[in-house]
């Protein structure tokens, strides 16, 4: 009886040692299925090009439900970040989407569109909603390349020529005339939106190439 007791304590603890080894393959195998090493398995596009400037994805690190492609080309960079939060509010909370009920002098636009001017701390904010998105154009008051309705009707011509993601429940441009503010500091440009408990935040340094990138991501 005691050889058979054994042997049966030797059999169950094979047993055990086997089924730790599979499922700790299994387990390894599916981690390295959910890793990501190449723009084919994002959202992200492979390319986005704008007045001759091209930019290209260089890498993609993460997991798919939270990973960051970095861009690279024309003499600037540029990111598209998915990240899986908590919940559906707090996704939305984070596109930080401005409602249309902002106040302030209005301008008109190109494509018939209207707009509300603010001007705060050195800066003109030329502010308007189209579809389920709030776009802010912001112009440094000291650059004299242009004024700021001149800014916001270029940026408004190049979201009439092609669609944002067409997954977003809500997003927010907001991008800058110059990439320098007065004070030497760098301006980052930026497309957010939100899609279920997933948050998609595309950053540049111009303001036409991190639109583009947010365009291309949904063909």
Same mark, same amino acid.
């Given at each position: 009886?005691?050889?058979?007791?054994? /042997?049966?304590?030797?059999?169950?603890?094979?047993?055990?040692?086997?089924?730790?080894?599979?499922? *700790?393959?299994?387990?390894?195998?599916?981690? !390295?299925?959910?890793?990501?090493?190449?723009?084919?398995?994002?959202?992200?596009?492979t390319? @986005?090009?704008?007045?001759? !400037?091209?930019?290209?994805?260089?890498?993609?690190?993460?997991?798919?439900?939270?990973?960051?492609?970095?861009?690279?080309?024309?003499?600037?960079?540029?990111?598209?970040? /998915?990240?899986?939060?908590?919940?559906?509010?707090?996704?939305?909370?984070?596109v930080?989407?401005?409602?249309?009920?902002?106040?302030?002098?209005?301008?008109?636009?190109?494509?018939?569109?209207?707009?509300?001017?603010?001007?705060?701390?050195?800066?003109?904010?030329?502010?308007?909603?189209?579809?389920?998105? *709030?776009?802010?154009?912001?112009?440094?008051?000291?650059?004299?390349?242009?004024?700021?309705?001149?800014?916001?009707?270029?940026?408004?011509?190049?979201?009439?020529?092609?669609?944002?993601?067409?997954?977003?429940?809500?997003g927010a441009?907001?991008?800058? *005339?110059?990439?320098? #503010? #007065?004070?030497?500091?760098?301006?980052?440009?930026?497309?957010?939106?939100?899609?279920?408990?997933?948050?998609?935040?595309?950053?540049?340094?111009?303001?036409?190439?991190?639109?583009?990138? @947010?365009?291309?991501?949904d063909?």
């Open positions: 009886m005691m050889k058979r007791t054994k /042997k049966l304590v030797v059999t169950a603890t094979t047993s055990l040692a086997l089924l730790a080894a599979l499922g *700790s393959g299994t387990l390894l195998a599916t981690h !390295a299925a959910n890793d990501v090493s190449s723009v084919g398995q994002t959202a992200a596009p390319t @986005a090009t704008t007045a001759g !400037a091209k930019l290209t994805a260089a890498s993609a690190s993460g997991t798919r439900q939270d990973y960051t492609v970095d861009y690279r080309g024309a003499g600037q960079s540029a990111t598209f970040q /998915k990240r899986t939060l908590g919940s559906v509010g707090t996704a939305a909370d984070e930080n989407y401005v409602g249309r009920g902002t106040q302030g002098p209005t301008v008109s636009l190109n494509h018939g569109t209207k707009a509300v001017v603010q001007g705060v701390m050195g800066h003109t904010y030329v502010h308007w909603n189209t579809g389920k998105w *709030s776009v802010t154009a912001v112009t440094n008051n000291a650059d004299q390349t242009g004024t700021p309705t001149q800014f916001a009707k270029q940026v408004n011509q190049q979201l009439t020529q092609q669609d944002l993601p067409s997954n977003a429940t809500t441009v907001t991008v800058y *005339s110059s990439t320098n #503010d #007065d004070a030497g500091g760098a301006q980052t440009n930026t497309v957010k939106w939100q899609s279920g408990k997933q948050l998609y935040t595309v950053s540049g340094q111009t303001a036409a190439s991190t639109v583009k990138l @947010a365009q291309n991501s063909h």
